[in-house]
């Protein structure tokens, strides 16, 4: 068996948000060994790690610790412009 794979949904806590974790959800359940993370960027700790990772925009979803390009991330020495 292989290693778990982590799903990080990053929000605020909000509504407009839901649709992002019902989406990583989704992935989840289509896959075996995906486990998913709300990551609640009002918190110290999830801010923190969404900045560490490159997360630009919110919601945003994060596969094994790689944002996904159309959630915020941006691939090394784009500006996102």
Same mark, same amino acid.
């Given at each position: 068996?292989?290693?778990? =794979?982590? %799903?990080?949904?990053?929000?605020?806590?909000? #509504?407009?948000?839901? +649709?992002?974790?019902?989406?990583? =959800?989704? /992935?989840?359940?289509?896959? @075996?060994?995906?486990?998913?993370?709300?990551? @609640?960027?009002?918190?110290?700790?999830?801010?923190?790690?969404?900045?560490?990772?490159? %997360?630009?925009? /919110? #919601?945003?979803?994060? %596969? @094994?610790?790689?944002? /996904? /390009?159309?959630? +915020?991330?941006? #691939?090394? +020495?784009?500006?996102?412009?």
């Amino acid at each position: 068996m292989g290693s778990p =794979h982590t %799903i990080e949904v990053f929000t605020e806590g909000c #509504p407009s948000c839901e +649709g992002a974790v019902a989406y990583a =959800h989704e /992935l989840a359940a289509s896959s @075996d060994g995906y486990e998913v993370r709300v990551c @609640d960027v009002t918190q110290a700790e999830a801010q923190a790690r969404a900045h560490g990772i490159g %997360i630009t925009e /919110l #919601p945003a979803i994060a %596969i @094994d610790g790689e944002p /996904l /390009l159309c959630c +915020g991330g941006h #691939p090394e +020495g784009s500006t996102g412009a």
